[in-house]
């Protein structure tokens, strides 16, 4: 069994802000490797605790044969992960999807590139019972530790039980979750699940419910198990809006923390300014229209700020919906002190290794 880095279990309790690794394309739908490393880049510079790549805001298309681009994503990220020389615990988290086979080829991949961690899905199965989901999870957690993914059903996800989320946080070799329903009675589902194993000391949580960053990692969760209360927060989070404005997100979740410790800022403050992330998430993530327009909402950002050409995705139906751009705008005006693209002019140079098209 491939075990976890005490270094980087020990960063991943503390809590850290995991951005979800978008994919650079040209105007020709090709992969653009130069923006690619530059992403990477701008997450370590930003002070990042760590890159989650090959998972939903990559672009699930990437595995396709005629894509060829899973192996290329995973590769060049940990290329400059050590080329940047970090002196931190980084965590690096590596997307797995598919059938078992598939799941476990992708384990043994990001294994063998130096990923700490997989965090898998189980979006494409809907078909497979709780029981097999459980089977295959066992069998991937033999070949790279699991970070736990509940992914919401409009992403490609499923619905999934309490008793699932039991079975699952009994597996020796998970760490984490990262609960993304957003649904706060499914992501109880989760926490209570875990506070209820005899591993729940030795999971992390985090929060990819974009939708209630703020609010999910101030909260305390106090529960009642076998005569006793147990107490778990959510520490961190691996979300696809903190690919977008990351030095203020990394800056975001420290304030939270500080919070947690004396007191300031308070905590009124910080829920007043986790509606205000919410708006911008909206914007970007365009709930209105079933999240159509996510991974282009977090492209967009990314555009204007000149880190990434365009919004092309792999898929060509995959752009912004009516109206999208329009609420973008409004929060790009309404909350300027929530970006971060004085941060992205000031090291453009060593993101892209020369001036971007902005």
Request: glycine share 10%; with cysteine; aromatic share 8%.
């Amino acid at each position: 069994m491939n075990i976890l880095d005490k270094s980087i279990k020990t960063a991943l309790h503390d809590g850290l802000a995991i951005p979800a690794h978008p994919l650079a394309l040209d105007g020709e739908r090709k992969f653009d490797e130069r923006r690619q490393r530059g992403l990477t880049r701008y997450y370590i510079a930003s002070g990042a605790g760590g890159v989650a790549v090959g998972v939903h805001s990559t672009q699930f298309e990437i595995r396709d044969k005629k894509v060829g681009l899973f192996e290329p994503v995973l590769r060049i990220a940990m290329e400059e992960i050590h080329a940047a020389q970090i002196t931190r615990p980084f965590v690096k988290v590596a997307g797995i999807v598919g059938p078992t086979d598939q799941a476990i080829a992708e384990a043994q991949l990001a294994a063998e590139l130096g990923y700490d961690l997989g965090l898998l899905s189980a979006g494409g199965l809907g078909d497979w019972s709780e029981a097999e989901l459980i089977q295959r999870a066992e069998k991937v957690a033999d070949h790279i530790p699991l970070f736990g993914f509940y992914l919401q059903p409009s992403a490609g996800g499923r619905l999934l039980s309490h008793a699932f989320w039991r079975d699952f946080a009994d597996i020796p070799n998970v760490h984490a979750i990262k609960m993304a329903p957003f649904n706060r009675y499914q992501s109880l589902d989760v926490i209570r699940a875990v506070l209820g194993s005899d591993r729940y000391a030795d999971i992390a949580l985090y929060t990819g419910n974009d939708d209630n960053i703020v609010a999910d990692l101030l909260t305390t969760y106090r529960m009642w198990v076998n005569g006793s209360y147990r107490e778990k927060e959510i520490v961190g989070g691996l979300l696809g809006h903190w690919a977008v404005w990351t030095h203020k997100a990394v800056e975001l979740l420290e304030d939270i923390k500080h919070c947690k410790r004396s007191g300031s800022p308070s905590m009124s403050e910080l829920l007043a300014l986790g509606v205000q992330v919410t708006d911008v998430n909206a914007a970007i993530f365009d709930p209105h229209h079933q999240f159509h327009g996510c991974i282009p909402g977090i492209h967009e950002i990314l555009r204007r700020q000149g880190l990434l050409e365009g919004r092309w995705c792999l898929n060509p139906s995959e752009e912004l919906s009516p109206g999208q751009m329009e609420e973008i705008d409004r929060v790009y005006r309404d909350y300027p002190h929530l970006n971060d693209d004085d941060f992205v002019r000031q090291h453009m140079n060593e993101f892209l290794g020369g001036q971007a098209n902005g």
